[in-house]
């Protein structure tokens, strides 16, 4: 019986760079480095999927770095469609019980609920949204954000359109 790769998974070069590479491992110089571009909301968004990612597109593209790339769309994609249905979920369940012929049972939107919140918890982790990732984070003391080293790539990020990163 064969597993797959052992471990947890590798964190990109950039996070561990923010982290102070705290377990002092030898970074990749070659790690792909997505291209920049202006993030656009996927087209197969519902209204409230596209109102929640477009509100979590600023809020990650206004962080110090901006940490959003082209290569994270799909990512956020699914988290806006999981909080989304958080919200569904909570409409459609006024309670958390559902009477049935005599008995009374658990509402399938609290399950739907549950597994979407699961799902979204993991997904806003990813991307620092939630204050225990947020808190291993680290960027320059000089205010200008992630500070490449030892050779390495400036990681490319998406710039907000309109506006020029300064170089």
């Not at 019980?97 to 982790?125: T, Y």
Request: proline share 10%; aromatic share 2%; glycine share 10%.
């Amino acid at each position: 019986m064969t597993g797959g790769p052992r471990g947890p998974a590798p964190q990109p070069t950039a996070l561990k760079m923010l982290r102070g590479n705290p377990g002092k491992q030898k970074l990749n110089k070659r790690e792909p480095v997505p291209r920049r571009a202006r993030i656009m909301t996927p087209g197969y968004l519902t209204v409230p999927e596209r109102e929640i990612f477009a509100r979590l597109r600023r809020e990650l593209t206004s962080m110090d770095p901006p940490i959003l790339t082209v290569a994270d769309v799909d990512m956020l994609a699914m988290l806006s469609k999981n909080l989304a249905l958080t919200i569904k979920a909570d409409i459609k369940m006024q309670t958390g019980i559902v009477v049935g012929k005599n008995r009374m049972d658990i509402s399938p939107w609290m399950k739907i609920k549950r597994e979407a919140e699961k799902a979204a918890m993991g997904q806003l982790a990813h991307f620092g949204l939630s204050p225990s990732s947020r808190s291993r984070l680290q960027v320059g003391s000089d205010g200008k954000g992630l500070q490449p080293s030892g050779g390495l790539q400036k990681p490319t990020v998406v710039v907000p359109f309109g506006k020029r990163e300064k170089e």
